[in-house]
T-cell receptor, first 113, second 110 residues
Framework: NAGVMQNPRHLVRRRGQEARLRCSPM?????VYWYRQLPEEGLKFMVY????????ESGMPKERFSAEFPKEGPSILRIQQVVRGDSAAYFC???????????FGPGTRLTVT | GQNIDQPTEMTATEGAIVQINCTYQ??????LFWYQQHAGEAPTFLSY????GLEEKGRFSSFLSRSKGYSYLLLKELQMKDSASYLC???????????FGTGTQLKVEL
């Protein structure tokens, strides 16, 4: 049973470009969560999605950030017009439902130059 | 502000026992998780406490007191590979998002 998969593992973007991060949940998991980890800081919740629905986006910055989890294919976290402060590790997690343990993917390390 | 607190660093000796404490304040509490994270890697699930008491899983045990807003992770027979950051996190309400502490960096020495 494959774990949570994320790609790319490392992504370098220049200021102003777009970043697209992908996450495929574990088999049988329909709940996906995105977290951000800034250097020397804890993991911060960004958004919670189920297939075709955003359930909770209380942790998402109001501008430039969006997320989706389409009926087919991986969940996508999209950051438009990246800035240096967006440099961080972005982790995706999945679970079979709410209040179950969440299993994390290996993360995408975004560097904005 | 931060309403979940754990020590920043701890050092222990190989073969010993270490206890990592976590205190939290929140309403609608629905459970407490512990994760292990090695540098540059994903957090790995260790334990999930919903009810008060001790949950034991091999060398790792986790305790929860909901009335005190307190949990601890106990690691026995420490090994060098246990050197990592240990994250506590609570889940609230609908059980959707985890709120993490900043993590306790554990260093295991010979």
């Amino acid at each position: 049973n494959a774990g949570v998969m994320q790609n790319p593992r490392h992504l370098v973007r220049r200021r102003g470009q777009e970043a697209r991060l992908r996450c495929s949940p574990m088999k049988g998991h329909s709940h996906v969560y995105w977290y951000r980890q800034l250097p020397e800081e804890g993991l911060k919740f960004m958004v919670y999605l189920q297939k075709e629905n955003i359930i909770d986006e209380s942790g998402m910055p109001k501008e430039r950030f969006s997320a989706e989890f389409p009926k087919e294919g991986p969940s996508i976290l999209r950051i438009q017009q990246v800035v240096r402060g967006d440099s961080a590790a972005y982790f995706c997690a999945s679970s079979p439902g709410p209040r179950y343990e969440q299993y994390f993917g290996p993360g995408t390390r975004l560097t904005v130059t | 502000g931060q309403n979940i607190d754990q020590p920043t660093e701890m050092t222990a000796t190989e073969g010993a026992i270490v206890q990592i404490n976590c205190t939290y304040q929140t309403s609608g509490f629905n459970g407490l998780f512990w994760y292990q994270q090695h540098a540059g890697e994903a957090p790995t699930f260790l334990s999930y406490n919903v009810l008060d008491g001790l949950e034991e899983k091999g060398r790792f045990s986790s305790f929860l007191s909901r009335s005190k807003g307190y949990s601890y992770l106990l690691l026995k027979e420490l090994q060098m590979k246990d050197s990592a950051s240990y994250l506590c996190a609570y889940i609230t309400g609908g059980g959707n998002k985890l709120t993490f502490g900043t993590g306790t960096q554990l260093k295991v020495e010979l």
